[in-house]
């Protein structure tokens, strides 16, 4: 059971007013009871993947919107994406060995 309070479960189409709390106890439950190995792998998925769909965004928004305002807005959350999917590779490599995991 998540820690999330009630009243900031995300709405339809909306992310929660306080997104940082409600991942965070979502990190918490995904985490919990798991050895240090095994949670640090874990984490380490979370990370590239999360990185890897935030990228995955990114980058069709920022072809959707180009021309328009905020092009460069999507733009550069784009590239900072891409640098944190490149940054998670090998966190993920040392996490997978620690844990006796495949990549």
Known sequence: MSDVPA???PQA???PADAQAVVDGLIRDLLAGLRPDQAAYLASVLTARSAAELHKLARAQATASKGEA???A????QNGARRLVLDAAPAREAAARL???PR
């Open 13 to 15: 189409g909306a992310a």
């Open 7 to 9: 009243d900031q479960t």
């Open 99 to 101: 844990a006796g995991r």
């Open 70 to 72: 905020d092009w460069g």
């Open 74 to 77: 999507w733009a550069a959350l």
